[in-house]
């Protein structure tokens, strides 16, 4: 596709609940971030794939959060047993290379916990 | 560590005024440096980046020169229109293995008519 897409664009969900976004990043991108802004926030980092390598998941705030990217393509962040402050918009970019590249982002998913 | 740090908003101009928001940054190399835009309801884009010393980034009437002696990338716009009214990060990267990508913590921009 011509950028980054991410699906569900909204989710609403019940505390407690699992949910799964995805990101399909721009094709032959190697690098795949995992991004999460809540309202009116910066940017807080999340997880970094880089191709075949271990991800770097220092930004995860709990177990409760996890994120696969299968083939070097897409990628698929979990939220375990949602809590309300969960409640943000999670934005996936990706990017040629590794560090200095521009970041192309997805349009991004907004979750609300009940 | 690595960090970017910004003018803190809102900020709130008339249309036509000049625009500057500052951006500094602490790295431990030589970084490439970025401005993205997000507009309301939508993700971040890149809107202009430098990538050494003394260059100038520019894009839409807005620029930012890559100043190492102060460690600073500043945008600037002659002329801002009620279409600029967004939100604004800096950024930084370095490269290397791990995450070493950087965002300030965004500036708010309003422009009234």
């Known amino acids: 596709g011509a950028g980054v897409s991410q699906s569900p664009s909204n989710k609403v969900t019940e505390k407690g609940k699992d949910v799964e976004l995805r990101c399909d990043p721009i094709?032959?991108?190697?690098?795949l971030y995992w991004y999460r802004q809540s309202l009116g926030q910066g940017l807080e980092f999340l997880i970094y794939f880089q191709g075949n390598s271990a991800p770097d998941k220092s930004g995860l705030p709990s177990d409760r959060f996890s994120a696969e990217r299968t083939g070097g393509s897409v990628s698929t962040l979990t939220i375990q047993r949602t809590q309300q402050e969960d409640s943000a918009v999670y934005l996936c970019?990706?990017?040629?290379?590794?560090?200095?590249?521009?970041?192309?982002f997805g349009p991004g998913t907004r979750l609300l916990v009940l | 560590g690595d960090s970017v740090t910004q003018m803190e908003g809102p900020v709130t101009l008339s249309e036509e005024a000049f625009l500057t928001i500052n951006c500094t940054y602490t790295?431990?190399?030589?970084?490439?440096l970025f401005w993205y835009v997000q507009y309301p309801g939508e993700g971040l884009q890149l809107l202009l980046k430098?990538?050494?010393?003394?260059d100038k980034g520019s894009n839409k009437g807005f620029e930012a020169t890559y100043r190492k002696e102060t460690t600073s990338f500043h945008l600037e716009k002659g002329s801002v229109q009620v279409s600029d009214s967004a939100v604004y990060f800096c950024a930084l990267s370095e490269g290397g293995t791990g995450n070493q990508f950087y965002f300030g913590t965004g500036t708010s921009l309003t422009v009234i008519p």
């Open positions: 430098a990538t050494k010393a003394d």
């Open positions: 970019a990706s990017s040629s290379g590794s560090g200095r590249e521009t970041q192309y």
């Open positions: 094709s032959g991108h190697t690098a």
């Open positions: 790295a431990t190399g030589y970084p490439s």
